[in-house]
């Protein structure tokens, strides 16, 4: 099917009209405030389903984009999660391909974190199980299938996963779902003539929230809660209000701040959320739109004019800066403001949660990282590499003793900003570039900016609760075509009073040692069954019928790989 292409993108709200020519495999007509921003369908409980499917979504009218999302085409449901609460998810992949989930934020057992060892295959499950120890805030689910992360996440699934807890109950925040309090996640996207989605591209000049383009929403005239995910796969936003008002962040990634920050701009990484509280209490009956400034974006943010900090530097990102988003102004959303609610929440809060900062003297370790290119020093395309490494699924990068608290100093010797995220642990930020950070940065972060030519960041975390001989937890960048590239490593926590964990027990029925292995596998099940090793691209590599007790030699090139029963449990298995 062919369509006629229009180019013509709106930028600087209603004003500004540039004409693209040359744009010819992109499409994107953008018209504002034409489609109803959905509020994504929201799942409690205890006993969470989640069926991973294709399906196709109409970004634009009569065009139909083949997409991906969990209950659904695109994206997915809002997991709303209570502190301590006990959580059992049945991951279900329907799709035709091997994916995984992560709980990105979540302080989860490596087991059930669902990074790139933890992979679906295609007609099973995956049941995570865990305890909610997490603060409230706003956290996201999205696939993480090693070098395809950016695939699955472009093709349309991800979530929201809100947790609440009892100190943000007192506190006198909108609290009503879909009423005064708004998931909104920002994502950018590159269609193909065909209205397919590209997955690698800087092209990506269609704005889409929650799932579509060019959203309007009606709020009422009162304080409003807004839950921003940066949900993109490269783009740093510079966020704001077309009437450049104040807001109040009151939140980051790991959960409220201990008192309301007010700004008119916050700038919003991949990966990251912002939780911000806006006043439209004397906006009824007008539209304010929330837009991403990228012409106040520094030079080396990737969405700025120039990604990167010298002259030439922009030829080496392809169609960068035929990008009107990059360096330009753009709507995200536009916001009705109509009558305001029975009871609605009218004031901001002075304070808000106790946060208790790590001193820096009570770290065990520090851990220094650096990011550079695997080319030239000025390259802005990857591959990047931490400290001088490329990701390596059999190598575990550090050994951290359950309990350790550690100071990572991350330096950026590359010319352009790099996202980074951490799994298991939420981290206090001590410095950036050498000073305090930001009011807004002083809570907990999951995702920190480190900004390019040398810039620094150092973070204290505490690696507490969650040990795994076997199951490595990941950091790497999250600007997606980064971490597929290359920009990850991996982490175990293992717990020194604890290392017997000799024989693994899944689910009960079965059990396997040694892992790792140099070669023998002895598999117990108390049930004859089919046991299946696969790859971690989901490709089998070799199966055995055991009943009862079984050994074998595998003669496997040295690696991780899966070893499944027939009713698709599984365990990662190590190849040494
Ligand atoms: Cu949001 Cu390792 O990911
Ligand atoms: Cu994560
Ligand atoms: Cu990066």
Redesign the pocket.
Known sequence: MHFCLLNIYQLSMKKTFTTIVGLSTLLSINTFGQNVLPIPAVVEGSSITLTLDEGVTEFYPGVETNTMGANGALLGPTLILNQGDDVSIEVVNQLEDTTTIHWHGLHVAPSHDGGPHSIILPGTSWNPQFTVLDKAGTYWYHPHLHMRTAEHVTRGIAGFILVRDDEEAGLGLPLNYGVDEFPIAIQTRAFDADGQLVVETNLDTAVVVNGVVDPHIDMPAQVVRLRLLNGATQRVMELGFSDDRTFHVIGTDGGLLSAPVALDRYRLAPGQRVDVLVDLGADEGQDVQLMCYGSELPNAYYGAAQPGMGAGQTSSLTGYTLNPLNGGDFNVLEIHVVAATANPITNIPESLASLTPIAESEADQTRNLTFSSASSMMNLNGP?LINGASFDMETINYNIPLNHTEIWSLTNQTPIA??FHIHDVQFYILDINGATPPPALQGLNDVVLVPGMMGNVRFIAQFSDHADPNVPYMYH?H?LY?EDGG?MGQFLVTDPNNVSEFEQSIAGHWSFFPNPTTGELTIRTEFPDKFTVFNLQGQEVISFLVDGTYSTELHLEAGVYMLSDSSGRSSRLVVQ
């Open positions: 990047f790099h996202p960048c600007m980064h920009m």
